[in-house]
């Protein structure tokens, strides 16, 4: 049975006068891969921050785990976003790493290990003490990815994190995001346009259209049986917009 972990409740988001997301509604599950595909400018990004309280709604509620969205530095500490470029301190990598235990006081030799942990899953091995910013796009990303996961949070929020990759850093970042789920359960979240990226690593998928969930559906069901003309057309790449 799935278990709901966050529930998004006739969310609405504007900026001025451009309404950008119109009344979501849609629960994520714990432990699921989530996709949430449209083409660019729909409005990905944005529910993603609302989601990690970068942005507020402007109308509408959040519900973690049962707990209304108030309680946002308790959600906040379980959460972490990755996104499509990577925030690079300018200091060594392992620092870079570090960073959320730090903030959430973890001791010296707690922090050692789950860093080196977070750096075998992400493939960087032996690349703690090199200076963040020579590391490759591709390994600047996956590091990124290990600041994201160090504190093992529940949720992992990943926006379009391949989109600025090479093939080989993709197939990568894939692997990750199946062994993060896998091995330590985690519900994540991921932004993305590209379709066949959808069908390698999602459960379910929604689309969003001119601010809009038009379909939530399971991945076969997306690829098979489309509830929706539009989600048809976008899916086989026919849609004008
Ligand atoms: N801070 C902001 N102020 C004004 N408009 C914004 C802001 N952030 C995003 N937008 C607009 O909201 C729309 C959705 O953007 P975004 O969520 O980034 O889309 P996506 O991630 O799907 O490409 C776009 O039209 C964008 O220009
Ligand atoms: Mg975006």
Redesign the pocket.
């Known amino acids: 049975m799935a278990e709901e972990l966050i529930r998004i409740q006739d969310l609405c988001?504007s900026?001025?006068s451009?309404e950008?997301?119109k009344n979501i509604n849609l629960v994520i599950n714990r432990g699921e891969i989530f996709a949430l595909i449209?083409?660019?400018?729909?409005?990905?990004?944005?529910?993603?921050?609302i989601l990690n309280f970068l942005?507020t709604a402007s109308d509408g509620k959040l519900v973690f785990n049962g707990i209304h969205s108030s309680h946002k530095i308790d959600a906040r500490r379980r959460m972490s976003m990755l996104f499509q470029t990577p925030a690079i301190f300018n200091t060594s990598v392992f620092n870079n790493v570090a960073y959320g235990l730090e903030v959430r006081n973890a001791d010296k030799n707690t922090i050692k290990e789950k860093v080196m942990n977070a750096l075998n899953i992400v493939g960087l091995p032996g690349k703690e003490h090199q200076k963040a910013r020579t590391l490759s796009g591709g390994e600047a990303q996956r590091m990124a990815f290990a600041r994201a996961i160090v504190y093992d949070p529940d949720i992992l929020l990943l926006?379009?994190p391949t989109a600025n990759l090479d093939p080989a850093n993709v197939a990568k970042i894939e692997d990750i995001i199946r062994r993060i789920r896998s091995e330590r359960g985690t519900t994540i979240v991921i932004?993305t346009?590209n379709v066949y990226q959808v069908k390698r690593i999602a459960d379910r998928v929604g689309i969003?259209l001119n601010?809009e969930l038009i379909e939530v559906n399971s991945k076969d069901g997306i690829f098979t049986v489309p509830k929706d003309a539009r989600s048809e057309a976008f899916i086989r790449g026919t849609m004008i917009y």
């Open positions: 988001k900026f001025g451009k950008v997301l449209g083409p660019s400018g729909v409005g990905k990004t944005t529910l993603l921050r942005e926006d379009e932004a346009h969003l601010g």
